[in-house]
């Protein structure tokens, strides 16, 4: 599962999955190439006494996560953070909201991994804001991407059927 | 001795009275304003009064409905804590008058010490040194002047009625005077409705050192030796130790006897504290204000002393003769105090609210006095104290090592705390070393260490708030199906080892 996170200002990009009874952790910090990714054994994240027992990298942490969804505060050995945390289906409905997180003036970008299931416009068409742009499939539904203002194409970095990351440029302006 | 006492105050202290009687087989009525209902003192206590809505000034503050109730429960004393009406001295007499004890001193003794200029004065008297100043009330901005070259600068403007920080002013060269002047005679009006301010000289290496006094009705009294409450935000106390680590034995001797003759030079009852300006460059000393009441940080005059200075207080107020004399009374070891505040740790913005998960620290030499719990809702009307951790060391190394192992321990959640700040300042040169002084945490602490959350790998809290919302999706998934968890945890575990061997 794939969540983005924000925390002190700086982005993060992190996947969650299971493997045989560990969770594999994937964490990405913006502006860095490396993935350091986790083996966190099932037991090693376990609720006791009400709360959540941490042992990470052998350090033994007690943690409480306290979540409405968007906003987090994780609290442990006195401390706390305050982050927000978008799981896929927000991720799904900033991408649709904005033409992509993390998109701007100059570029369309994937707002979660996906597969792009068409193309609607050409290199050099002038599209105006909120005209569909391509299609792209990610949590088993279809989404239409939309230009975010009145934009030219200046190139297409992706075609049908490729399979694209989170973060990915799709189109340029 | 008493046969029951009434406790005028709420949160942790009046589980800290609660408690010295129940040591000493006394039953207790506690107070509460209608969101204290389920506060850790109306659980203690034997019996519980509601006397009003949530602000202190409609409940804790109400002497009348107070004395209502202790007539009513049938009480015979009444402690008031620290706060609220324990320093009022109408509130004393008006007890006494209703024919129950008050656990303090007497009206005259808060009257006397209540008002800084005329405590003072009494202090003078007494031959207890005064930081050189006005010698009183400066009314004009001309006399401001004269009194400024006398004395010398840098100076300190105060409003005589002002605490807290507020209707306080540091002036550093004459050109500053006026408006400095001016400000903080407004805010006295503002705050304290009494415009009246002293100037005194500043002392730029000041530490706040403090002597502990026991007074009986009999003539006698003891000090029960220092402690050092210099590490302050805001001018309120976050970090207390007994011993100092910077008072030497000749003065801290010479301290304790000026105390002894002050409180008997005032026939001074019950406990009491001495506040002293200490100079760290000059180890001079001068007199600040007397608290006529228990301090927030006696417990840790209690560590080093071994007495329980609430059974004291009670037994005082009976009648009885100190328990004690000057010579039983040994500074044994090192205590150390941390408030723990429910509130944003650089802000110092409150922080309200449900306390999710409470696990308080313990084991050896480790005390904790608070009145919250797990599902505790902290309201927004009282302060943001929520609970002091206390250590004791042979040492000051070893009390210190203590409390950040107790600090460690310590698992609140739900709301902000301070522990962040407390972990960085005893991680702090200055601390450490004793020399810190008053503007420690404003100066020194933001130098070094001027990130409070770098102690705890960022990594920690992003992994677990992933993970947790990775089950939480999933969970919301698998409520949309009917399933059943049928497989133990047992069988869970056994399938497990099968896939490992």
């Not at chain 2, 408690?19 to 389920?38: F, H, K, N, Q």
């Not at chain 2, 004791?392 to 959640?413: H, P, S, Y």
């Amino acid at each position: 599962m794939y969540f983005e996170a924000l925390l002190k200002k700086k982005k993060y990009q992190i996947n969650v999955s299971k493997r045989d009874y560990v969770w594999f952790v994937q964490l990405k910090e913006e502006g860095s190439d490396e993935w350091d990714e986790f083996h966190i054994p099932y037991s090693d994240f376990e609720e006791a006494d009400n709360i959540i027992s941490f042992i990470f990298n052998h350090e033994s942490y007690l943690v409480d996560v306290v979540s409405d969804g968007l906003d987090c505060q994780v609290y442990s050995r006195g401390s706390y953070r305050d982050l927000k945390i978008y799981n896929d289906e927000m991720l799904l409905h900033e991408s649709l909201k904005s033409g992509g997180m993390g998109g701007n003036d100059s570029s369309l970008r994937a707002g979660m991994p996906g597969k792009i299931v068409k193309i609607l416009v050409n290199e050099g068409d002038e599209v105006a804001a909120g005209k569909p742009l391509l299609v792209m499939e990610a949590m088993k539904m279809e989404n239409e991407m939309k230009a975010p203002s009145n934009v030219k194409i200046t190139k297409l970095h992706v075609k049908p059927g490729d399979n694209v990351e989170s973060g990915a440029t799709l189109i340029s302006f | 001795m008493f046969k029951k006492v009434l406790i005028a105050n709420r949160g942790e202290i009046a589980v800290r009275v609660i408690r010295a009687c129940r040591d000493m087989g006394i039953p207790t009525v506690a107070v509460y304003s209608d969101v204290d209902r389920y506060s850790q003192h109306v659980l203690l206590a034997n019996e519980a009064y509601e006397i009003g809505p949530a602000p202190s000034v409609d409940s804790y503050l109400r002497d009348d409905k107070i004395i209502a109730v202790a007539k009513k429960a049938g009480v015979d004393a009444i402690h008031p804590g620290y706060g609220f009406l324990s320093e009022r001295a109408f509130f004393a007499k008006a007890v006494e008058a209703a024919g129950i004890a008050f656990i303090g001193p007497s009206a005259q003794n808060i009257e006397a010490m209540g008002d800084k200029l005329s405590a003072i004065k009494l202090m003078r008297k007494a031959d207890v040194p005064t930081v050189p100043g006005s010698n009183g009330a400066v009314e004009t901005y001309e006399d401001a002047q004269k009194v400024a070259e006398k004395i010398g600068y840098p100076i300190m403007i105060k409003a005589s009625a002002g605490g807290g920080g507020k209707g306080m002013r540091v002036v550093h060269k004459p050109e500053d005077l006026e408006s400095a002047f001016r400000a903080a005679k407004s805010e006295g009006l503002n705050y304290f409705k009494d415009d009246t301010v002293y100037m005194e000289r500043f002392i730029t290496n000041p530490k706040h050192i403090e002597i502990q006094i026991f007074g009986d009705k009999h003539g006698n009294a003891v000090h029960l030796f220092e402690r050092e409450c210099s590490v302050q935000r805001r001018h309120q106390k976050i970090i207390e130790e007994s011993p100092s680590p910077s008072v030497p034995e000749a003065v801290k001797k010479k301290m304790g006897e000026v105390a002894v003759h002050a409180a008997k030079s005032i026939g001074y009852v019950g406990a009491g504290t001495f506040e002293f300006i200490f100079d760290n460059s000059t180890k001079e000393f001068f007199f600040m204000e007397m608290n006529t009441r228990l301090q927030v940080e006696h417990p840790i005059t209690e560590m080093v002393t071994g007495f329980d200075l609430v059974k004291e207080q009670l037994s005082v107020a009976a009648g009885n003769p100190l328990s004690f004399k000057q010579e039983d009374v040994k500074q044994q070891g090192h205590a150390i105090e941390c408030r723990i505040c429910a509130e944003d740790p650089e802000t110092f913005i409150p922080s309200p609210g449900l306390v999710r998960r409470f696990r308080p620290p313990s084991g050896p030499h480790v005390r904790v006095e608070t009145y919250v719990y797990s599902g505790y809702d902290i309201p927004i009307y009282y302060d943001p104290m929520i609970a002091k951790v206390v250590t004791w060391g042979q040492t000051r190394d070893e009390a210190i090592a203590r409390m950040k192992r107790a600090l460690v321990e310590f698992t609140l959640t739900g709301v902000k705390s301070n522990i962040v700040l407390h972990n960085s300042i005893l991680k702090s040169s200055k601390f450490l070393d004793g020399s810190y002084t008053t503007q420690f945490c404003e100066k020194d602490l933001k130098v070094e260490q001027p990130d409070l959350f770098k102690h705890i790998d960022d990594k920690v809290f992003l992994i677990a708030a992933a993970i947790a919302s990775y089950k939480n999706r999933e969970t919301k998934i698998d409520n949309s199906q009917i399933k059943i968890e049928s497989t133990s945890r047992w069988k869970q575990v056994s399938r497990r080892h099968a896939m490992r061997y």
